[in-house]
């Protein structure tokens, strides 16, 4: 009787427990979740959480669980400049054989010469796996495994032998762990062994005390090429830590043992000896020490309520609704393949929410900005080596931070900014005898600016440039002015005066042109890419305006004024498109992936709506490179087609991505919606989510008067005719909710943080209003106030 009563109060006890740790303080709107009816078999399968520093990739099987996780300085390599001293003693040669149409030559030249020491910049690595072996069944039922994005978390839930079992875990962002809790409904129903499986040969798993594994290891650089070890300094670090309630846990070999439990929580530190670009002596044991020191009085629930606090403060800023179907009902892979030939406005809110979740997992501040695969990344050999690209990817990553309202999240991107200036001064120095700063078509995590891999596209030059407008958008999106003064201006300034030094005159046309360099990827090394000259003159205004704005550099900013107006400019050529380089020879089948000549529509503004003739030929020449895409380049052009105020040509794009791997187009969605390259790179997903937001708010133009055009729902697909959407950043520091039937506006409300003029605009109505610090105001669709 007596055992009868303490089950019924334990099954009572565990059941509040369940529900607390599932529903009650979680997701007051279920569609955040993506789900499965099966364990994941393969990397893409398997869900995503992080902290911006430590991620994992939760595969949930039963009665094996893998849980991949990486930290984001762990990488190949140590602190070392990658300039080549004397470079620019070739640059007056490589001009002139450009000049002269001997691009072989230049470009051997500029291999022999002129590249990066050495050619290549080192990849990210990933950490080890957490493997828990449970001692039940392999036959499961009721499974279901999910990632909840609302509350940052992955859980798993089937019934083995009788027992029901439930795992969550989510990557804390305010104790800096990984977080495994498991529970079973029956008193002592847990018993598993847990042990590290490390892919990096040099190291080594031991347990110590009675509930502590720990993993210790050194990176292998091996250079296959010349089949020598190259020296490392990167040593790593993980410590796991096991309590138990009810049970025992005892060490064996290397593995931890626990039997009979009630419930466990798994407790992950992991660190390396990375300090920052040029020092790498932290102690990777002292650090995981820490960590656990700090958590050492918290239990379960402390570490869920701070987790959930951090992440739902920042995930709940915005909300999205584009309507329901019967998508919504089903599991995310079968929905992903239903989507190939259905609508499914949940699928695209949901992708859009994923984004964001992505963005938050995988930059926050004082990490490692995102790179080419965030921070999730399972192989020695990561795809280009899962570094930071910028002709396109590492931006795309960011173009959602400052709209869907995670502004910090871009300060990864600022830090590592600050690191890189130091870096690319050597690099403008050593290659181009400038002064200021430079940074070509990638870096690493040790700064390299230098061109890397080949000359055909390494050596572009505006990579620091385009990343400093970064800083500029972090400013016109928040309006801080000591942000501007102590973080922004001096980066931007000096990769200003760099292309000072740099421009050269055309003696064809007498037009300040960039080179050498390249338009991303296409045509190789050039004189003059249209891409470079929309980047420097979008460079040179912004620091002029920053000038004014921050009342210094009088005569700087006249300069850049004066300079800005001589660059080539924009050309429209014989088949109404826009020119990619100087010359006019544009293939109109070309279907190459990057649209860097309309980098000036989107991310940049200075070919807009105003401009119709250019406006007209960029469209042509997005016309000309068609819809198919890999996933970053759909990315790009849901964007653009929403700057060409196309909402159903911007959706018929996101359609295409919306779509399993290769079953639409090149690229799709991965069951776990990791966007393909293919494989799995993140600025996809990153560009779908800026595109969405695209479709429904644009704020890039101001009028006459300098105030900022919020331009409302201007490229809304029919697929979407009822939807709403809040907390919506826009230029000029606003924050605005949007609300539409049958197709158009019914409300919206703007808020202001710094109290400040905007001119809202919707279907060719003007309507400027005027926000007190703090106020907001709510107008219908004809951009009347409520009521009135
Ligand atoms: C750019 C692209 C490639 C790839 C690489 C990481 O160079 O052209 O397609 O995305 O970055």
């Not at 495994?180 to 008193?187: E, I, K, S, W």
């Not at 929403?642 to 187009?665: E, Q, T």
């Not at 990153?686 to 429904?696: D, N, Q, S, V, Y």
Request: aromatic fraction near 10%.
């Amino acid at each position: 009787m007596k055992r009868i009563l303490c089950l019924l109060v334990w099954a009572a006890w565990c059941r509040s427990a369940w529900v607390w740790a599932g529903l009650q303080e979680g997701t007051d709107d279920s569609r955040w979740v993506l789900w499965y009816r099966q364990p994941a078999r393969e990397w893409t399968e398997a869900l995503p959480v992080g902290n911006g520093r430590l991620g994992a990739m939760v595969f949930g099987g039963a009665p094996e669980e893998r849980i991949q996780f990486n930290e984001d300085t762990l990488w190949l390599g140590e602190p070392r400049d990658y300039s080549r001293p004397g470079a620019w003693r070739h640059l007056e040669t490589l001009r002139r054989l450009l000049f002269e149409g001997r691009q072989r030559e230049a470009e051997g030249l500029a291999m022999r010469e002129f590249m990066s020491v050495p050619l290549r910049q080192m990849p990210y690595q990933p950490f080890a796996d957490l493997m828990i072996r449970f001692d039940h069944r392999e036959t499961v039922e009721g499974y279901r495994r999910e990632l909840n994005l609302d509350e940052g978390a992955v859980r798993v839930r089937y019934r083995a032998g009788g027992t029901g079992y439930e795992r969550t875990v989510f990557s804390s962002a305010p104790h800096q762990v990984l977080v495994v809790h498991l529970q079973a409904d029956r008193p002592g129903g847990l018993s598993f062994r847990v042990w590290f499986r490390c892919p990096h040969t040099n190291s080594q798993a031991r347990v110590q005390g009675v509930n502590r594994l720990i993993l210790q290891g050194r990176v292998r650089n091996f250079d296959q090429a010349n089949k020598i070890e190259i020296r490392n300094p990167m040593r790593f670090e993980a410590v796991l830590e096991a309590r138990a309630r009810g049970g025992t846990v005892r060490g064996e070999g290397d593995a931890l043992v626990v039997e009979n439990a009630d419930r466990v929580t798994l407790l992950l530190a992991a660190a390396t000896c990375y300090v920052n670009f040029q020092e790498v002596w932290a102690d990777p044991g002292e650090r995981c020490t820490r960590v656990l020191e700090e958590v050492r009085r918290k239990g379960f629930e402390d570490l869920w309520r701070a987790h959930l606090r951090d992440h739902q403060e920042r995930f709940r800023r915005v909300s999205l609704d584009l309507g329901h179907g019967p998508g919504d009902e089903l599991a995310t892979d079968e929905r992903l393949r239903r989507a190939r030939d259905h609508d499914d406005p949940g699928l695209a809110a949901l992708v859009f929410q994923y984004g964001r979740y992505l963005l938050m997992a995988s930059s926050r501040p004082g990490t490692q900005p995102a790179n080419l695969q965030g921070i999730w990344n399972e192989s020695l050999r990561p795809p280009w080596d899962s570094k930071y690209t910028c002709n396109i990817n590492v931006e795309m990553n960011y173009w959602p931070a400052e709209v869907t309202n995670l502004p910090e999240c871009h300060e990864p991107l600022f830090d590592a900014l600050d690191e890189l200036v130091v870096s690319g001064r050597r690099t403008a120095r050593n290659h181009y005898n400038a002064r200021g700063w430079v940074l070509h078509h990638n870096f690493d995590l040790w700064r390299g600016t230098a061109p890397i891999n080949h000359s055909d596209h390494g050596i572009w030059v505006t990579g620091g440039a385009w990343l400093s407008l970064h800083l500029w958008e972090h400013y016109l999106f928040g309006q801080d002015r000591d942000f501007l003064a102590r973080r922004a201006y001096p980066v931007m300034k000096e990769a200003a005066l760099f292309f000072v030094d740099y421009l050269v005159e055309d003696p064809r046309t007498g037009y300040l042109i960039s080179g050498p360099s390249n338009s991303p990827e296409h045509g190789g090394l050039v004189m003059g890419p249209t891409m470079d000259h929309q980047i420097i003159r979008s460079l040179f205004a912004a620091v002029s305006e920053a000038a004014r704005i921050l009342g210094t550099d009088e005569a700087f900013a006249a300069e850049l004024d004066r300079l800005r107006a001589r660059i080539a400019p924009n050309r429209v050529g014989r088949l109404g498109q826009l020119q990619e380089w100087l010359e006019d020879k544009d293939d109109p089948n070309n279907k190459h992936r990057h649209v860097s000549h309309l980098w000036a529509v989107y991310p940049g503004c200075e070919i807009n709506w105003r401009t119709t003739n250019l406006f007209q030929a960029a469209r042509q020449s997005l016309v000309f490179r068609g819809d198919e895409a890999t996933g970053w380049s759909m990315g790009w052009k849901i964007n653009l087609w929403a700057r060409f105020l196309d909402g159903d040509h911007a959706y018929k794009i996101l359609r295409n991505l919306l779509a399993p791997v290769g079953s639409r187009a090149d690229g799709g969605l991965y069951p776990n919606l990791f966007d393909a390259h293919p494989p799995f790179q993140i600025d996809g997903n990153f560009g779908a989510t800026a595109g969405i937001a695209e479709m429904l708010l644009q704020s890039h133009m101001r009028d006459e008067q300098g105030r900022f055009i919020l331009h409302l729902l201007p490229a809304l697909p029919s697929a979407w005719p009822d939807g709403r959407v809040r907390g919506l950043r826009a230029r000029g520091g606003f924050e605005v909710d949007l609300a539409w039937q049958g197709g158009r506006l019914t409300e919206v409300t703007v808020r202001s943080r710094p109290g400040r003029e905007c001119v809202l605009l919707y279907e060719g109505r003007e309507r400027p209003i005027q926000l007190r610090r703090g106020g907001s105001l709510t107008l219908d669709g004809r951009l009347e106030r409520k009521g009135t």
